[in-house]
């Protein structure tokens, strides 16, 4: 009996020896996997945050150069990409014409955990983001108001706005000045508004070059209510500017020129529509800024051909 239990230790111990074996050969490849699951894993993650960096630094470059300033290219990069991706670096942005776009790369050593029991200390992430930029081509403004393109020459010298000067704008038929068009044109009936998107809506989608219905009567558009107005007050919007004007009434119809940037200071409209007083009496008018402005959202689309007068709209398009 003692002898068979001797021989049952003997072999247990064997098998232990065997075992400790068998996991020191399976611990390389064991790793190896390990540094495939955590590894890249982590240099996935790192690369997503590289993109988000990259994107950032490529939308502030072209925010300047939008604007007519592109200043230190470089330093405006490395500054975002520092902040969004700790030391990574940020190459030096390259600009192209036709289309306008600006590209970032930016690029980060990241050391593994496991990959060096391979052979791999350290792999270099990188990211890349282009955007592109030009005049609005067409959009949906949140207030249905059309200008003149005589008035906006008027008010700014023809120039791209470059002042905070406050201005009030006179509504066609109001004004008396008969500045509705370098043709200095008057739509019968019309007040500047164009008709809106829908009967629950304040907003009017329009596009450079094409004609778009007038909405007669010196009231908002249809659709805007006091509360969508108020809410304008001190943003920044998109408008269309006219060139040309046809029928009259309610079949007349306004010219799309371009589009302009104006800050929304204060409005006087009849039947209860004020807000902060620009004008009185019989007067339909508008206060605020003609101004340079960098638009970033989907509400309007951009295209080269389009006339500049102070408002760029900025896509990311890799």
């Keep these: 009996m003692q002898r068979l239990t001797d021989l049952f230790r003997g072999r247990l111990s064997g098998e232990r020896g065997a075992s400790a074996v068998l996991f020191a050969l399976l611990l390389v490849p064991i790793l190896g996997f390990a540094a495939i699951a955590v590894d890249v894993g982590a240099l996935y993650a790192e690369r997503a945050r590289l993109q988000v960096a990259a994107d950032a630094a490529a939308l502030a470059v072209a925010r300047d150069c939008a604007r007519g300033a592109c200043g230190d290219m470089q330093a405006t990069a490395q500054a975002l990409v520092t902040a969004n991706a700790g030391d990574a670096d940020a190459a030096p942005p390259v600009l192209t014409q036709n289309p306008t776009t600006v590209t970032v790369n930016g690029s980060t050593p990241k050391q593994h955990w496991f990959a060096p029991v391979i052979g791999h200390d350290s792999t270099t992430v990188s990211a890349s983001a282009t955007v592109a930029w030009g005049a609005p081509g067409g959009g949906t403004a949140a207030l ?7 008035e906006w020459s008027a008010q700014t010298g023809g120039a791209l706005p470059s002042t905070t000067a406050e201005r009030t704008i006179m509504l066609p038929k109001t004004s008396g000045t008969g500045c509705t068009g370098p043709g200095h044109k008057f739509l019968s009936g019309g007040f500047g508004w164009l008709t809106t998107d829908g009967a629950s809506t ?117």
Aim: overall charge negative; charged content about 20%; aromatic content about 16%.
């Design 144 to 150: 249905p108001l059309v200008f003149s393109w005589c």
């Design 202 to 318: 304040c907003e009017a989608t329009s596009r450079v070059g094409s004609w778009f219905t007038s909405e007669t009567g010196n009231n908002p558009s249809k659709g805007c209510e006091p509360v969508d107005i108020d809410a304008l007050l001190g943003q920044t919007v998109l408008l269309p500017v006219f060139d040309e004007t046809r029928g009259g009434g309610s079949g007349g119809e306004y010219h799309v020129f371009g589009y302009v940037a104006f800050k929304l200071t204060g409005y006087y409209f009849s039947g209860g529509y004020k807000g902060t007083r620009a004008c009185s009496g019989s007067d339909r008018c508008i206060r605020g800024y003609f101004t340079q402005f960098v638009e970033a959202s989907d509400a309007f689309f951009y295209d080269s051909t389009s006339p500049s007068l102070g408002a760029w709209i900025l896509r990311l398009i890799r």
